[in-house]
Nanobody, 115 residues
């Protein structure tokens, strides 16, 4: 079955960096775009970045543009989110999503940005 497992979250100070990973299995990873979302407490889930199936195209929400970078390694069936210059408002649970016909979500990884 399809499985998406995020990792790399944690507690970081403002201005710091984290790299999230999402390991995928159970589908043809290289055939689909992948997306990162986040959900802060009391807020709706927010789309933040997407990458095309072969990694040639990316797009970002204005809130993270210039600070976050999405990438993928199709040989490892993994998508990444490099997060720099983190702010307290980046605190959220971060989810990866497989843009297949049915759509699949990972379980999420917590990112907390606090002094």
């Amino acid at each position: 079955q399809v499985r998406l497992v995020e990792s790399g979250g944690g507690l970081v100070q403002p201005g710091g960096s984290l790299r999230l990973s999402c390991a995928a299995s159970g589908f043809t990873f290289r055939g689909y775009a992948m997306t990162w979302y986040r959900q802060a407490p009391g807020k709706e889930r927010e789309w933040i970045a997407v990458i095309s199936s072969i990694g040639s195209g990316t797009n970002y929400a204005d809130s993270v543009k210039g600070r976050f970078t999405i990438s993928r390694d199709n040989a490892k069936n993994t998508v990444y989110l490099e997060m720099n210059s983190l702010k307290p408002e980046d605190t959220a649970v971060y989810y990866c999503y497989a843009n297949t016909r049915n759509g699949y979500w990972g379980q999420g990884t917590q990112v907390t940005v606090s002094p």
